[in-house]
């Protein structure tokens, strides 16, 4: 899951500078972290929640082909949620993610010239 939360800040600051590669990049990187899980970790019960995350996975993905700032916004709140949403669902209510404040990397540009 930390690698999901990663591809998660990464995938915000993507957004709010219009870097739609890095955005298409990231969200597709947190759909692999994803089925992975569901792969490798089937054993565990939580991994049968997982499917909820795709509404707002897709939701993102088209808003990023649109290359639409305010969409992105918007479903980038939804699958935030939708992640609290899991984690409560599977006990783990604990583990609260928010919209990203600081870029998780200071050697990363996100910002296009």
Known sequence: MGSIQIHHEKLWFAGQNKNWKLADFEIHEMEEALDDLKDYCSDRPETKSITMIYAPVNSLKKAIEQKDPTTF??????????????????????????????PPFSNQEFKLE
């Open 73 to 102: 916004a918007k479903g980038f709140v939804d699958l935030t949620n939708t992640c609290n949403s899991c984690h409560i669902a599977t006990n783990h209510e604990f583990n609260i993610i928010k919209i990203p404040t600081t």
